[in-house]
């Protein structure tokens, strides 16, 4: 078992030689303690090993956690060698792959990204049960199966490959070359069949809403590098904050939280990526950048919550997936829509805090390379898309060479990175065969694959051809069995705008992807693989030929047909020009492509006729169009057959789970819906046991196609075995809306169609032509128009278009051209066929008509006389007709008026207007001759069968349709403005051996080459019934208001079929009761009356707002009476709900804020209550300023009800002023649409609610008998006094708040507050009325807000619409059927009401702090203060602003006085402090104290657990509350049978049973009132001692939260006395300290340096700070440390403030110099100190660092021998090792020094000593920095330091007795000696000749 790795070589590393040449590198592998080396290559900055280095694994196999460090070093032969690079390569792979070949980037000493990069080869040879495994594991699928764990999403619900849109832009903008987020979601997926599966996203809205994204960094840990300065930056879409810098760490704490506000539709932003991206603090170095996180907004906006709260994300390197973690980050991300309320942040606590468990990331597995690989083949079918002038010029011009207008290319798009193929110019059917690469990290969190198709442009923007998004979930699969993502080879569907090419798209959104596509663009044949730890760099590479064969046997298409019968066209409203359908798939049957084989796409084009009330339709009769469009595909049913399977399986299951739901609504028996349920059990275990087909043998099947039918194979499985345990699920509601713009316009049908649709192979037409046979005889027959025009005679000469064509004039198609198809054959000649409309008169289905003529006169002079003009009558067009003496009354009509000149129009009055020879005018002119008047007269339908359908006497009996243009509107009676006409003739074919469609080829000497022509074809239906129906409407509900009063005038369109009609119109109301049915007699209906029976055509039924702006053959059943005085029919009894006797009685307390109303106040209001028509009012009020209350509230309602709740009426709730002169407006109007929650039972003996709050105000006195001494409870003691001098108890409001709070965090502030058994406070994490039973306190009376105005329309401002409030309640109970019967007692009681007139009241509101409150300054803070404002009252605190936070401790109290119900709002508003400008309103809550004023829960004032520290602050003792409480609930008074013992309602309550188990302390109180105040706390309904959490809102911004704001209410009427002192609630003030720190000796410290003659040594000094204080303070230096030891005898004394209960140490300092105030901040009391090594001319160099929180410091060791890391922070788990220097006071010894937390290794060794002194203790005992004055407390000596420890340079004597001297001295001899011999041997040689010379002269 080993581990293999080959070191092949290094590119680019630095040069760090400073006298010329390179650097000599050497590289080292260290792996599990083991060290391994290469050889050293000299000079080379690119060297070449290829050494292989082996590691023994000893029989321990890898694990994921394994890691291999490689260290690449200049070698020196003297000193120590340098650093060129370093990597941490992660050894996961290797337990899978084996073997593995990495190219990786080195890393500096600080861990930022280098140029250089080293080549490594690794092989794993693991033990051979390892290998038997990895052997079962790689046979699962190769690549998928390495990649199951990895994929990211579920399996979708539908087939992923199967041609569709999404409703999503799924790109988000930024750098190209950015990459995609890091991680997926946390969750393991276990063996159970049961899958999780990754919801698809849902259709989201296209409506631009606002949305904020909050975004909470807390802390960071693992930070790649030491000592770094780390700030973190969040981009989201193009918004971008960043933290503060935090110096000198790489586990920094931040606790910043970012606002991003937003007005986008949800469409648009979800796809928007949320960056993290933490850099050191030269952000603008290139290798600044430490990791990056992406995700995109909609993956949060899915979570639970729409958060992620406490996560941590994992910091990778974007533009290097090997180089492993860069860091982890703590964030909370969370995004709120209009409505969201923020979630709680629970308290995050560091000893509980699993990083794994909380990790973006599934537990355990690591993140992956890999490549998204999409092969694109070819596209077709794309539209034109540029301007076609320069080729028009062209064939002008003669040329021939005509290209497509369309230039494409197509692109893929992922988390932000993008590849795109080449673009293939003027061309429709593009071929790239290029394939697309995308570099990833699997899991990915972000969700969707964006493919596009772009049209190029050289000038200008590129236009969108179409847009398709993918979604990830629904082409992998991320459970154990799973598989990556993958897709096809199959064709993509492109959806968009409209294929007509215009220069301006109004709807290019739609092919950027932006809304749902309404037509199709083309398609494009793709393939999608992931690659799997696949690291090519490649972008985009052509594909080889045998990709390109290998996809051909995907290509192979069939061919198919689809054919439809068109039943019926309804609900038509634009009838200005003829209507036709077309129905295309694809391109064929698209009538403007001239590309695709021609069909019979279209219907003929027809006129609309008027179906009697409102709509028009299209009268087909028995004719039925039909069209046949034959296309060629691909053979997809191995997808659409199984799926449409499960489809129907599906849809079966939600209409019977449905029918369920009805029946559980409408309340029938147990037994029905049992019987309901098992039979719904039973058809699904039917349905399950169905199979589905098999993929074997069919060769085109891809790898999706077989792991999607694997995953429904399982599921059906499981299902099977679960299907007993089914849960009832909620309908599925779809509603649809227009694309695009036309979503935000009024929502309208154009038509409505009853069509009937066939897909299938072309060869099973028989099938299609045997359903049409079996409804009526189908005929194919040929058609053609002949056209002509007016030249004074009608004639063809000199026509713009054929004499003979088709309908729209472009093809010529004479009769003799028509040429018999193969295997077709003229049945007939050719014969007149006019249009179905003509047979219509102009007055059919109406039921009024109005007759009018024109009478015309002329003169021959001007200003002669008038006379009667040559055709005296005529019509509009200046036809002649009969005049009004001589008009015919049609049958079945009835005259309702005599004829009259129709003076509504511009003429004068006598009704002429005037003309010369073309347009009229009303006033008359010399100049004038001719003169018209028109005459109406109305006529009514009287007898409808009178009103069949009869031919027109038409002047032409040849069949022609005339119009003024062949683009206008045809019509079968000319008249003078008509200058064209036509007819259509038609002959009829047949079928002899047809061996392919009917179609005509043609030529003529327009179309140089052949054209085809298609026939029409039509069904001749059989036989028609005729049925009657009869819609039975009794009532609607909570309609929208549509009229400025805020109400409506609703009526209700029917319509079935070709018919419609109207019910009466009920003035003023929202829930109308019509209690009406409509008859539709004599209905026709073409079709088999089974198929009728099982497919009957829709009923439409719409409401509308008035503004004056069964079969013929059998009897019918009896009409339904009618409404007396009226011809309507009411609802049968038999379906009309059955009514009761009931009885409502109605507590109508007041009104409140109510707005003005036309300029002036609502001042005297009434209130006028509607149910069911029966309608009661209140007396008015007076005067609303002076008693808002209404003076006799009970009102009293004896009705008949349905019995049935869901047939109850609403009750209308209105408002109407009483003003000067009789003027009674209506000034708002409330509707409640479900009373059934008001109802009560009157057998019950209960008291009403009313009395909650009758003795408060009326037996209040009696309360404060004993006075205010009495308030205070605590017990009086005499030791208390000695005990307080002894010691005194430092607790505080804020200990009893921590001790509350649940945080371990807060627990630590608390100090001894729990131990002494004191009581806690309730801290709601919301609003006090939205708790638990609360029920908003309005259990004594509700509110109801009161509306005025039309409803808003979608995006509109819903700001102003409520205009008040109104107060009360209502009961609803039966009463007896016999009026002579006994009423039951009422349930309100007027004597036992509260008293309405105004209650003074204090009040005080005690601001705790806010929370994660909106910024309003540029620098992304808040300078926050509170605003109370109680009616008039109002008391603005700005002096006491807190700067530059967003999370404010206010901890004010605030006292007011008001007047109940007058002032009931308290207002209280956060504001943002502002220097210069108007201060900002950040957010403001408003409680009703009314309400909680009537409550019986007692929500004046919170009644605490216990008594204790704090004063008792209610003006009443718990003894008073209880007895008061016990009348209000009925209940007998409490009886005290001792001080310790009562019984209360049977029961005995002990105060020794509620404190059995309490700590008695010094401040309980009396025992009698401590028994009270258990007992009172038993009761659940009471409200408790609390906080209550608040949110913050601004109007505008309306529903978009700003924050929270935790406070709390006390409420004290001043009948009830004076109430007790007020808590103070002021924040702690910090204390000074000052910590003096002494080093005295470092030891084991490492050398860093070398010095010239090879020695290892260390300059070494000491740094040290308090993390948040500026000041750091450093040592003197110790030279030339030889042993790593040092001498100091340095004092450091560090100041600060210091909060005791807090824990934490106060910071105050501006960010910047400009900032106006200082910015406060509390951190823990962190000492940091390092050692560095001195360096005089480059940078000093970091050894060792140790840091500490003051309060848990870890002991030291006595000795240097003694000190380890089990010293160190975060190294041991043993807590007894950790003090608090607050409570030690003084402490003395070794700490150990490391230079990297993560892999902590001891640099060396430091005395210190650590003392704190408060600010009064450090004055008695000064002391001073370093060794200066005063050098006292205690004095210290200069260190006895070696003579070796100076400074070189400054003693060159020195340098030289004790640098040079000791290691050269032998050296310095030798040199002396061998120089003085030298010496003498030169001197002798130099005196020798001289002496030998003298020595012979002188001798001679």
């Not at 198809?821 to 003229?826: C, I, L, M, S, T």
């Not at 509707?1231 to 039972?1241: G, H, W």
Request: aromatic fraction near 10%; glycine fraction near 6%; include cysteine.
């Amino acid at each position: 078992m080993s581990l293999v790795v080959v070191v092949k070589k290094c590119v680019n590393l630095p040069n760090v030689e400073s006298f010329g040449g390179k650097s000599d590198p050497i590289t080292s592998l260290i792996f599990r303690g083991q060290k391994q080396k290469t050889k050293v290559i000299k000079n080379q900055l690119s060297p070449e090993w290829n050494e292989t280095l082996t590691f023994d694994l000893s029989g321990k196999p890898l694990t994921k956690a394994d890691a291999l460090q490689v260290h690449v070093k200049d070698w020196e032969r003297l000193q120590r060698n340098r650093l060129l690079g370093q990597v941490s390569v992660p050894l996961f792979d290797l337990i899978k792959k084996k073997s593995r070949d990495v190219n990786l980037a080195l890393q500096d000493g600080k861990g930022s990204p280098m140029e250089a990069t080293i080549s490594l080869s690794m092989e794993y040879n693991p033990p051979a049960s390892s290998k038997k495994g990895s052997g079962k594991d790689s046979s699962k699928g190769g690549t998928e199966g390495d990649g199951a764990d990895s994929a990211a999403g579920g399996v979708g619900d539908e087939e992923a490959e199967e041609p569709g849109n999404f409703d999503e832009e799924g790109e988000a903008e930024g750098n190209e070359e950015n990459q995609e987020g890091d991680a997926a979601p946390t969750g393991g997926v276990g063996r159970s069949r049961a899958r999780k599966r990754k919801k698809n996203r849902r259709v989201l809205s296209k409506k631009p809403q606002d949305f904020q994204i909050r975004i909470k960094i807390i802390e960071g840990r693992r930070l790649v590098g030491s000592n770094i300065k780390p700030v973190v930056r969040v981009n989201v879409a193009d918004q971008s904050q960043q933290t503060k810098v935090k110096k000198r760490t790489n586990k920094p704490h931040f606790d910043e939280t970012f606002f991003f506000n937003f007005h986008l539709s949800p469409m648009e932003l979800f796809d928007e990526i949320i960056d993290f991206q933490a850099y050191t603090a030269h952000k603008f170095r290139h290798n600044s950048l430490l990791g990056t996180f992406k995700i995109d907004i909609g993956t949060v906006y899915d979570e639970e919550g729409h958060s992620f709260i406490n996560k941590w994300i994992l910091l990778t390197d974007p533009n290097d997936g090997t180089a492993g973690v860069k860091g982890y980050l703590k964030i909370c991300a969370m995004v709120l829509g209009v409505g969201d309320e923020a979630p709680n942040i629970p308290p995050s606590v560091p000893e509980a805090d699993d990083m794994e468990a909380n990790l973006l990331q599934p537990a355990g597995m690591q993140l992956r390379s890999a490549t998204f690989s999409l092969k694109v083949y070819r596209a077709e079918d794309l539209p034109r898309m540029d301007v076609g002038f320069l080729q028009g010029l062209k064939k002008v011009f003669g040329g021939d060479d005509q290209k497509e207008l369309v230039d494409p290319y197509f692109k893929f798009s992922y988390a932000g990175r993008k590849a795109k193929t080449r673009v293939e110019y003027g061309s429709d059917n593009p071929e790239w065969k290029q394939d697309l690469k995308l570099r990833i990290r699997l899991p990915s969190m972000c969700e969707r694959l964006k493919l596009s198709m772009i049209d190029w442009d050289s000038a200008g923007k590129n236009d969108p051809i179409g847009t398709h998004f993918m979604d990830i979930s629904n082409i992998s699969s991320n459970n154990e069995e799973g598989f990556p993502p993958t897709f096809g080879p199959c064709y993509v569907n492109f959806y968009g705008s409209p294929r007509e090419f215009t220069s301006i798209d109004e709807y290019e959104d739609l092919n950027e992807g932006k809304g749902e596509g309404c037509a199709y663009r083309g398609r494009a044949l793709i393939e999608l693989a992931t690659n799997i730890d696949d690291e090519n760099d490649a972008s985009v590479v052509d594909l080889t030929e045998e990709d390109c064969d290998r996809v051909k046997l995907y290509m192979r298409t069939r061919k198919y047909a689809l054919h439809a019968a068109f039943h019926e066209a309804t609900m038509i409203k634009d009838t200005s020009c003829p209507i036709q359908f077309e129905v295309s798939i694809g391109n064929y049957g698209n009538k403007l492509d001239d590309q695709v084989p021609t069909s019979s796409s279209t219907t003929p084009a027809t006129n609309a006729i008027f179906d009697g009330n409102y709509y028009y339709y299209l009268p087909w009769n028995k004719t039925k169009p039909c069209i046949t469009v034959l296309s060629d595909w691909e053979d997809i049913s191995r997808r659409t057959d199984n799926l449409n399977m499960l489809l129907n399986v599906t849809n079966r299951l939600e209409e019977n789970l449905t029918h369920i739901q009805s029946s559980i609504k409408h309340q029938l028996p147990e037994e029905e819906i049992m019987s309901e349920i098992k039979s719904t059990i039973g058809t699904l275990k039917i349905d399950l046991s169905k199979s589905l087909q098999p993929l074997n043998g069919k060769s085109s099947c891809t790898v999706l196609d077989r792991k999607m039918h694997e995953i429904r194979l399982a599921d059906i499985a499981y299902l099977k075995k679960a299907v007993g345990e089914l849960e009832l699920l909620d309908p599925l509601i779809i509603t649809e809306a227009y694309p695009g713009k036309k979503a935000d316009k009024k929502w309208n049908i154009p038509c409505q169609l009853r069509v009937q649709l066939w897909l299938g192979l072309a060869k099973e037409n028989p099938k299609w032509t045997e359903t049409l046979s079996s409804l009526g005889e189908p005929s194919i027959f040929a058609e053609t128009y002949e056209n002509q025009h007016n030249i004074a005679v009608w004639t063809t000469k000199g026509l713009s278009r054929p004499k003979y064509s088709d309908d729209k004039g472009e093809l010529s198609l004479e009769k003799e051209n028509f040429i018999e198809p193969e295997g077709w054959v003229f049945e007939n000649d050719w014969f007149l066929s006019p249009e179905i409309s003509n047979q219509y008169e102009n007055d059919t289905g109406r039921k009024y008509y109005l007759e009018d003529m024109f009478e015309n006169e002329c003169r021959t002079i001007p200003g002669g006389k008038w006379q009667p003009a040559t055709e005296v009558w005529t019509n509009e067009a200046k036809q002649k007709v009969p005049s009004k003496e001589e008009v015919v009354l049609p049958k079945g009509w009835a005259w309702e008026s005599e004829w009259k000149v129709d003076c509504d129009r511009a003429v004068d009055e006598d009704g002429w207007e005037y003309t010369l020879h073309s347009g009229y005018v009303p006033v008359e002119k010399n100049y004038h001759l001719e003169r018209r008047r028109r005459w109406v007269r109305k006529r009514r339908l009287k007898d409808a069968s009178a009103a069949k359908k009869k031919k027109p006497k038409s002047s032409s009996t040849e069949g022609w349709q005339y119009a003024s243009t062949f683009s206008s509107k045809f019509h079968p009676k000319s008249s003078l403005t008509d200058f064209v006409r036509r007819r259509r003739w038609i002959r009829k074919l047949k079928a002899v051996k047809p061996k392919s469609p009917p179609v005509f080829v043609f030529t003529d000497e327009k179309h140089k080459s052949e054209y085809t022509f298609a026939p029409r074809m039509s069904l001749n239906m059989k036989k028609s019934h005729k049925f009657q129906l009869r819609a039975y409407l009794y009532q609607a509900r909570d309609l929208i208001a549509a009229d400025s009063s805020g109400l409506s005038d609703p009526f209700a369109r029917v319509t079935f079929g070709n018919v419609s009609q109207e019910t009466q119109i009920i003035k003023k109301t929202l829930c109308p009761t019509w209690d009406q049915t409509l008859i539709y007699d004599d209905i026709e209906i073409f079709g088999n009356r089974e198929e009728i029976m099982t497919n009957p055509p829709i009923i439409t039924i719409e409401i509308f707002d008035e503004d004056n702006f069964v079969d013929s053959g059998g009897d019918l059943p009896f009409a339904p009476p009618k409404k007396k005085d009226n011809e309507l029919y009411i609802v049968p009894s038999g379906i009309r709900p059955v009514l009761r006797r009931t009885a409502i009685e109605v507590l109508c307390w007041g009104v409140r804020n109510m707005k003005k109303f036309r300029l002036l106040p609502v001042n005297s209001p009434s209130i006028e209550l509607n149910i069911g028509g029966y309608i009661e009012k209140t007396a008015k009020i007076k005067s609303v300023k002076k008693n808002p209350n209404f003076d006799n509230p009970i009102i009293f309602f004896d009705v008949m009800l349905p019995k049935e709740e869901i047939y109850r009426p609403p009750l209308n709730i209105k408002v109407i002023d009483h003003r000067a002169f009789g003027n009674k407006p209506m000034v708002g109007v409330h509707v409640i649409n479900d009373i059934s929650k008001y109802d009560y039972d009157p057998s019950l003996s209960q008291d009403p609610p009313s009395a909650a709050a009758e003795t408060i105000v009326t037996n209040g006195n009696a309360i404060n008998t004993t006075g205010h001494d009495m308030v205070a409870i605590e017990i009086p003691d005499k030791k208390s006094d000695k005990e307080d001098k002894d010691k005194p108890e430092d607790f505080d409001w804020w200990s009893k708040y921590y001790a509350s709070t649940g945080d371990p965090k807060d627990k630590l502030r608390t100090g001894d507050y729990l131990s002494k058994g004191y009581d806690k406070l309730k801290i709601f994490e919301t609003e006090l009325e939205e708790v638990g039973n609360y029920n908003n306190f309005q259990d004594f009376v509700q509110l109801f807000p009161i509306y005025r105005g039309k409803a808003k329309k979608k995006g509109e401002d819903d700001e102003g619409d409520q205009v008040g409030e109104f107060k009360g309640t209502f009961r609803v109970y039966p009463l007896p059927s016999d009026p002579s019967e006994a009423l039951p007692a009422r349930v309100f009681d007027p004597e036992r009401l509260p008293k309405t007139k105004g209650l003074e009241c204090i009040i005080r509101v005690y601001v705790v702090k806010g929370i994660d409150i909106a910024p309003k300054d540029q620098n992304g803070s808040s300078d926050p203060y509170c605003v109370i404002k109680v009616g008039k009252e109002k008391i603005n605190d700005r002096d006491n602003y807190i700067a530059n936070t967003l999370n404010p401790v206010f901890g004010r109290m605030f006292e007011i006085t008001c007047t109940l119900p007058h002032q009931k709002d308290l207002k209280i508003s956060i504001m943002d402090w502002d220097l210069i400008s108007k201060d900002d309103l950040i957010g403001e809550t408003l409680i009703d104290l009314e309400n909680r004023y009537l409550s019986k829960h007692n929500a004046l004032c919170g009644l605490p657990d216990t008594s204790g520290i704090n004063q008792w602050r209610d003006a009443r003792l718990p003894k008073d509350i209880l007895i008061k409480w016990c009348e209000d609930q009925g209940l007998p008074a409490p009886r005290f049978t001792s001080n310790t013992q009562l019984i209360l309602n049977g029961e005995i309550y002990n105060l020794a049973d509620f404190e059995a188990n309490m700590n008695k302390h010094k401040h309980l109180g009396e025992p009698e009132q401590r028994l009270a105040l258990h007992v009172l706390g038993k009761q659940k309904e009471i409200v408790p001692e609390h906080v209550e959490t608040r949110s913050l809102f601004n109007p505008l911004t309306p529903g978009m939260e700003q924050g929270k704001l935790q406070m709390w209410v006390d409420i004290f009427p001043k009948t009830d006395g004076p109430p007790g002192p007020p808590f103070d609630i002021s924040p702690r003030k910090p204390k000074g300290y000052e910590l003096r720190v002494i080093i005295y000796n470092t030891s084991d410290v490492i050398l860093d340096e070398t010095s010239l003659l090879g020695e290892k040594m260390s300059d070494i000094y000491l740094k040290g700070w308090i993390r948040g204080v500026d000041e750091k303070l450093k040592t003197d230096v110790h030279y030339r440390s030889l042993n790593g030891e040092g001498n100091f005898n340095w004092r450091f004394i560090f100041p600060f403030e210091y909060l005791p209960g807090e824990k934490s140490i106060v910071i105050k300092k501006k960010e910047h110099f400009w900032s106006l105030d200082e910015t406060t901040d509390l951190i823990p009391p962190q000492l940091q100190v390092q050692i560095w090594d001195n360096d005089l001319f480059s940078k000093d160099d970091f050894l060792g660092n140790i840091q500490f929180n003051l309060n848990s410091i870890p002991k030291p060791a006595k000795t240097a021998k003694k000190c380890n890391l089990d010293q160190f922070p975060g190294h041991s788990d043993e807590t007894k090792k950790f003090v608090s220097i607050f409570e030690m006071k003084q402490m003395q010894g070794w700490w150990p020094l490391v230079k990297s937390d993560d892999d902590p290794e001891i640099t060396g060794k430091v005395e210190m000593s650590i003392e704190i002194l408060t600010s009064e203790e450090a004055a008695e005992k000064p002391a001073g920095i370093g060794r200066s004055d005063p050098n006292a407390n205690p004095k210290l000596d200069p260190p006895n330091r070696p003579a070796t420890s100076f400074l070189w340079f400054t003693n060159p004597f020195k340098s030289c007795k004790y640098i040079i001297w000791p290691k050269a001295k032998y050296y310095c001899l030798c040199f002396l000696i061998i120089v003085f011999l030298v010496f003498t041997i030169l001197m002798f040689l130099y005196a020798f000749p001289g002496a030998l010379a003298k020595r012979i002269v002188g001798g001679q």
